[in-house]
């Protein structure tokens, strides 16, 4: 089981707005991250404690953190979009990285 | 750069060293991790280990196994793995980390170690 949930698959055309959504008391009072991994890639770092893009993440990639469920917005949706996405958090007990289950992008 | 490797097919019960070479940055002042994945999984951190190699945390699943060390004189990072069991196959990723402990994240990731643990 995870210490975060995240919704196994979204969907969504060319343009559009993408929200994937992570949950769980893992969030509270804790921040989130988020990585994109493309196939065969290693993970890629979008958004650092909630809503923070590092450099080179293009703007279209937000991020925010409600206490319980972390959300990441991809704006106007390319093809080149198209991976998983996992966030992350720490295990509230041990203070250990816990990553959610992942959510695969697909771009109609 | 991270460069993983010493990845391969081991036994179960067997043991295996994994080794990741670090460069562009200073290795000795950072935490840095293992992350693995099995094949068509999520990501799960392994192990983490202080800048200067004086504290060391594992996921439960390999504590007692595992052990994670480095060299800073050679910018080297190891895992290094024994008693491996089957459901430790995956690709191992070396990962730097921020701002940790508490939790923290993985800023620059290698291209990952596969290992295969089957008889």
């Known amino acids: 089981s995870y210490e975060v949930t995240q919704p196994p698959s979204v969907s969504v055309s060319p343009g559009q707005t993408a929200t994937i959504t992570c949950s769980g008391d893992?969030?509270?009072?804790?921040?989130a991250y988020w990585y994109q991994q493309r196939p065969g890639q290693a993970p890629v770092l979008v958004i650092l404690?909630?809503?923070v893009r590092p450099s080179g993440i293009p703007e279209r990639f937000s991020g925010s953190n409600s206490g319980t469920t972390a959300t990441l917005t991809i704006s106007a949706v390319q093809a080149d979009d198209e991976a998983d996405y996992y966030c992350q958090a720490a295990d509230r007990t041990t203070t250990f990285v816990v990553f959610g289950g992942g959510t695969k992008l697909t771009v109609l | 750069q991270l460069i993983e490797s010493g990845g391969g097919l081991v036994q179960p019960g067997g043991s295996l060293r994994l080794s990741c070479e670090v460069s562009g940055f200073a290795f000795s002042r950072f935490w840095m991790s293992w992350v693995r994945q099995a094949p068509g999984k999520g990501l799960e951190w392994v192990a983490r280990i202080k800048s200067a190699g004086s504290e060391k945390d594992y996921v439960d699943s390999v504590k007692g196994r595992f052990v994670i060390s480095r060299d800073n004189a050679k910018n080297i990072l190891y895992l290094q793995m024994n008693s491996v069991r089957v459901d430790d196959t995956a690709v191992y990723y070396c990962v730097r980390h921020l701002d940790t402990p508490p939790g923290g994240y993985f800023d620059y990731w290698g291209r990952g170690t596969l290992v295969t643990v089957s008889s």
């Open positions: 893992a969030l509270q009072r804790q921040y």
């Open positions: 404690q909630d809503r």
